[in-house]
């Protein structure tokens, strides 16, 4: 949650020196304790701090008015955050607790909000495989530590435990940068944060080695020898110990360096191979030429300014370093502009390197075949005036003198469109002082972790920067003109450059603007690439892909054909590896191929997508290669994959909705193994939108079996995550199709599902109706365990229409059946439904013993939902009968025990009766923190639990 209030000039600073300054003016705050408050709260930001806790902090013997002093405080800290903060008003910044005070703030106002944030962004890029992002965001993050947490003169030497964890949190990231900067030679980036970790840990031996060997690899190997003769004192004198075997091992280390700086102190030209007349091979003279061959740059070189900045920084903070030469590499798609974007760079530096330009291109991907680096080096060697015969025929001599020619001077290399690290390694110059720039449709993490490469990966062009583009191309009059039609090109070339520039040639060949029609055609196209082809061979978009394509091997071929058969955005490996029939093992081989050669990318860890062009592409591939046959068959494997894994899931989530296993799974299926809740929400989250494709596709095909079982296993999923509305539409799909098959198994399933549904949404008439046609079906099959569920939902719905006689009688039977069948899961529910429906008519001490007998068997069976619902009864009789104080202790073992499970909207419902119950007993402020929360929770989701949250905070501002 965010404090408001237009506040959002304010900057509060706890990772050092406390500061908070308004508009950039730093604020007076205040007497030593108010500080001290104010440092808890910061470093605890959006969490509770206990009273007694804030107490313990300010005195070692407490006075008898502590508790006074501290509402003092916050007060005081509330109207210098808010300078128009009325007394007994509600705090957008400091919210009251049952237990004590919470301070509301975000990354954009709090140094340590914003330190957080940007290592989480570093941590997910660093998983990905983007080594250079992630320094990027450590590096930007590592200032904001500015010295000891909450560092405050005047208090006392002992400090509260948190400041410590946050200190910790910082060396942590310190640490984790620098072993990331050591690996691509940033080390300089890191020093002041590691210098300043040691000082603050003068004892942590391995965090002393750790600064020795980023000392070393930055030159200083003085400074690292000083490091390590202080820090053996301090270890002698306080601990009377020797340094340990990490820290002799890193001082070794420093030692041998220094040594082999000593005796490398000969001059670069003095191994140069010599030509007849005397002269170095490759040495400047005045008739040497000076090379320059980059490519002509774009008159108008559109977007790809983010991605510049950070190229530009890269390459300038190691040059500045001297220490090693810079290599940038660039990767991404076919056709996303690599070879563009490295021509600017290189002429936005040529003026940097006076020595000269190189540049070739490698056709790493040509389906005539690649260059060789031989080739490359004989090409470099002639542009500085080296003939023929004076140029090495062997590989490793002919690098060594490229090298040689290359020492001492300032020259920047373009090695365009590379297959491999191998193909670039013998064109790298061998000293600092030169610039590399390499592309390639393969991310070159090999140049990374052996050279110290950047990377860099290029993404899609935006819906704007693609208009720029095609308006850049065919002038503005022309494009600007037929708005609507270049917002369509855009979204069909997906902010493909080449795809862009191929239609804005085409448009320009014709007379009149035919943009409209293009759009029209690209519409209407659908999995066709005909429209993108051009006069220009090498710049058709088909053409470019099948550079890519040729190189996978037959297998992978396969694959990629088979791939637009799944209809989702994205795809897991498992789903991979049925659509194709293949074990895990060879299928995470073939993924990689794909990956390597940029026809997929992997987006986020076991997911896979591609461009919208390359589906196309592949799709009109598997249509001209792949028999009908194979393609049917591949794609009941993937069905069966989502409906075998879907049943998992749902029994995964310790609430099992159906009760029909599904059929024995299809020989080559993969099914996903799911632990617990939280891992099968997150999988339905990221097939939802696959499952429901599959659920309308198999009602379609007839399969009316198939879509209701995995609607079924799907429920508990909208459920809880809030997808109420797909919930609805999908299970009226499902009805009309079981109906239409005379299947009455799935239509009594379906019936009560949709009753769920519609009593969710407010219609409990509907969901009435459904409900006794569901009992009437499941009592015509003899289904009993089905008649429980069915009664326990009728009870749900009478208690909330206040027909609580009704309701105790249909939970009782539900208890009964379940109690019969031995289903303990299903009991515990029916049990903790009763003490609901009597705690509501009064039965205080009955519903508390049943509420009581059901949370020992939630507890038994590890019931994190049940246990929840249990607290919330146990809430609901302890306000009823006047103890606040309990009501919100069970309200916060609710609260807890949802969040365990992880089920939102009972969380939002949960927080929905907390605040009625706060407003109820006076504790507005309480009351306005719980409906905040509930918008917190429900944020995405239009749901009415939100609508009467939103409702409930107007009346209390009304009331206010």
């Known amino acids: 949650m965010t404090a408001g209030g237009g506040n959002g000039d304010l900057w509060l600073e706890v990772m050092g020196p406390l500061r908070i300054r308004r508009s950039g003016v730093e604020l007076d705050l205040g007497p030593r304790q108010q500080r001290l408050v104010l440092a808890l709260l910061l470093a605890h930001v959006d969490r509770v701090v206990p009273v007694g806790e804030i107490v313990d902090a300010l005195w070692e013997q407490p006075p008898s008015s502590a508790v006074n002093v501290v509402q003092r405080h916050i007060g005081g800290l509330r109207r210098l955050l808010e300078p128009d903060f009325a007394s007994r008003s509600a705090s957008r910044w400091i919210v009251s607790d049952p237990v004590g005070y919470r301070l509301l703030a975000d990354a954009e106002q709090l140094d340590l909000l914003r330190f957080r944030a940007l290592r989480e962004r570093g941590i997910a890029a660093e998983h990905a495989g983007r080594t250079d992002e992630a320094l990027s965001h ?13 560092s405050i003169p005047e208090l006392q030497s002992q400090q509260p435990p948190v400041f410590g964890l946050v200190d910790r949190e910082c060396v942590d990231l310190v640490r984790r940068t620098a072993d990331l900067a050591q690996r691509g030679c940033a080390v ?65 280390s420093v030692l041998r360096a220094n040594g082999t700086r000593a005796v490398a102190g000969t001059s670069p030209q003095a191994t140069m191979p010599h030509r007849h007349d005397g002269v170095p091979a490759g040495a400047r003279t005045d008739r040497s030429p000076l090379p320059a061959q980059l490519p002509h740059d774009l008159p108008q070189f559109i977007g790809r300014g983010t991605a510049l900045r950070r190229a530009a920084s890269a390459i300038e903070g190691n040059a500045s370093a001297r220490a090693t030469m810079p290599i940038l590499a660039i990767d991404g798609l076919p056709g996303i502009g690599k070879t563009t974007f490295a021509v600017h760079l290189a002429h936005q530096l040529a003026a940097g390197y006076p020595d000269g330009q190189l540049y070739v291109d490698m056709r790493g991907f040509d389906p005539n075949g690649a260059l060789d680096p031989s080739d490359a080096l004989q090409g470099f060697l002639n542009a500085f005036g080296l003939p023929d015969s004076e140029i090495p025929t062997e590989m490793q001599a002919r690098s060594g003198l490229y090298r040689s020619a290359l020492a001492g001077r300032r020259v920047l290399v373009v090695v365009d469109n590379v297959r491999d690290a191998e193909q670039v390694r013998p064109l790298l110059p ?39 583009l095609v308006t850049a191309r065919m002038g503005a009059a022309e494009a600007l003109a037929e708005r609507d039609a270049m917002d369509q090109i855009a979204q069909r070339c997906g902010g493909l450059p080449l795809a862009l520039a191929v239609v804005a040639a085409r448009a320009m060949t014709y007379p009149g603007n035919p943009l409209p029609d293009i759009a029209r055609e690209l519409r209407h196209a659908g999995n066709n690439l005909d429209v993108f082809t051009s006069d220009d061979l090498e710049n058709q978009v088909r053409a470019v892909f099948s550079w890519s394509y040729r190189l996978l091997s037959p297998r992978a071929m396969h694959l990629f054909r088979l791939l637009p058969l799944h209809r989702g955005p994205d795809i897991a490996m498992p789903a991979v590896a049925s659509l194709l029939g293949a074990s895990t093992q060879e299928t995470r081989g073939l993924l990689g191929e794909l990956v390597r050669t940029r026809l997929l990318v992997e987006h986020v860890a076991g997911r896979y997508r591609t461009h919208d062009l390359i589906r196309a592409y592949a799709h009109e591939l598997s249509l001209e290669s792949e028999p009908e046959a194979v393609r049917q068959q591949a794609l009941g494997r ?8 879907a049943h998992r899931a749902s029994f995964g989530r310790l609430a099992p909705a159906l009760s029909v296993p599904p059929p024995k799974p299809m020989s080559g299926v993969t099914i996903v193994e799911l632990s617990g809740f939280a891992e099968a929400t997150a ?80 219609d409990r008439e509907e969901a009435i109706g459904l409900l006794t046609d569901a009992l009437r079906l499941f009592t015509e099959r003899g289904a009993g365990r089905e008649q429980a569920l069915v009664h326990r939902n009728l009870g749900q719905v009478y208690l909330v229409l206040q027909e609580r006689s009704a309701a105790i009688g249909h939970f009782e039977q539900a208890v009964r059946i379940f109690e019969s069948v031995a289903d303990v899961s299903q009991h515990a529910t029916a049990l903790y439904c009763l003490a609901g429906a009597h705690a509501r008519s009064g039965s205080h001490e009955l519903a508390t013993v049943l509420a009581h007998e059901a949370l020992a068997m939630c507890d038994r069976i590890g019931d994190a939902l049940g246990r ?57 402020v309480t009351a306005r923190d719980a409906w905040e929360e509930v918008l917190t929770i429900l944020a995405e989701a239009a749901l009415p639990l939100a609508d009467d949250a939103r409702r409930r905070l107007a009346a209390l501002d009304r009331a206010a």
């Not at 450590?138 to 909450?150: F, K, N, S």
């Not at 002082?433 to 110290?452: D, I």
């Not at 499952?691 to 007839?702: F, H, T, Y």
Request: glycine share 8%; hydrophobic share 40%.
């Open 138 to 150: 450590y590096v930007t993050a590592l200032p904001l530590w500015r010295g000891p947490c909450g």
């Open 188 to 252: 300089r980036s890191v020093l002041p944060a590691l210098r300043r970790a040691a000082e603050l840990f003068p004892l942590d031996e391995a965090l002393h080695a750790q600064l020795l060997a980023t000392l070393s690899a930055d030159g200083k190997q003085a400074e690292a020898i000083a490091v390590y003769q202080d820090i053996c004192r301090r270890l002698a004198d306080d601990l009377e110990v020797g340094p340990g075997e990490q820290l002799r091992q890193a001082y070794t």
């Open 430 to 468: 061998g000293a600092p002082g030169c610039v590399v720039l390499v592309t390639s449709r393969r991310r070159l993490t090999a140049l990374a972790t052996g050279f110290g490469a950047d990377l860099i990966t290029l993404d899609m062009l935006s819906i704007e920067q693609s208009r720029e």
């Open 638 to 645: 993937l069905a069966d994959h989502y409906r075998q894994s």
């Open 683 to 762: 999988w339905f989250t990221a097939e939802r939108h696959v499952l429901k494709s599959l659920i309308q596709g198999a009602i379609d095909d007839g399969e009316s079996e198939i879509a209701w079982q995995l609607a079924l296993n799907m429920q508990v999923f909208f459920q809880h995550e809030g997808w109420w509305h797909d919930w609805v539409t999908i299970t009226r799909s499902c009805l009309q199709a079981t109906v239409k098959a005379g299947d009455t198994l799935g239509e009594a399933h379906i019936r009560r599902s949709l009753a769920g549904a519609v009593h969710t949404l407010g």
């Open 868 to 924: 929840g619902e249990c607290y919330l009864t146990l809430a609901d009789v302890s306000q009823a009968q006047g103890n606040y104080d309990e009501s919100v202790r069970h309200y916060r073992l609710a609260i807890d025990s949802f969040g365990n499970a992880g089920s939102r909207t009972s969380m939002a419902e949960c927080y929905l009766h907390f605040g009625a119950t706060a407003q109820r007993f006076g504790d507005r």
